[in-house]
């Protein structure tokens, strides 16, 4: 089962990370302790509305932006896995074939 | 200030209401009870994501198109309104003519 929190972790993560910042200075910035923001990124926590946009204000993104790469996330893992059409027959994975 | 809750519920209702549905039905189906659905949808609440996945599994509509468009309606909220464009003035509002 896909889980919200966890793409919303997720993707707050990568768009810290990708400002090569820690997470002390977005939690001194987003005025949020440590420790939350450590859980929501790491999935274990729900963030409120008002927190999550106060992440988002620290790393100056759009809140809709990260709403519309997390939607975009969660229609990759959607779509039907292994378990879900566990009666279609998958391709076999071809063999490695050795260079004569 | 753009709350995201008020904007989820926004969308939900608007979802159930296109199926001419009842928040009662909704309730029974997503088995979740009808005083938290409903103060999902008014905003009042923080729906966990569990919730939201009952509820949209209810609604039979993916969560990531729900995200879609509460991400697409932001955008439309975080546009700069008037009290973020104080300093630039405002067309005047053009005086009604009476017709002679």
């Known amino acids: 089962m896909i889980v919200l929190r966890q793409l919303i972790g997720d993707v707050l993560r990568s768009q810290r990370m990708r400002q090569g910042r820690t997470l002390r200075q ?7 302790s440590l420790g939350y923001i450590s859980e929501v990124e790491r999935g274990q926590k729900e963030a409120s509305s008002e927190l999550l946009a106060a992440i988002c204000s620290a790393l100056e993104v759009p809140l809709s932006s990260i709403l519309r790469e997390v939607s975009d996330r969660m229609v990759e893992q ?22 004569a």
């Open 78 to 99: 959607e779509r039907p896995g292994p378990s879900d059409v566990a009666s279609v027959p998958r391709a076999p994975i071809p063999e490695v074939v050795a260079a």
């Open 26 to 32: 977005v939690s001194a910035d987003a005025r949020v």
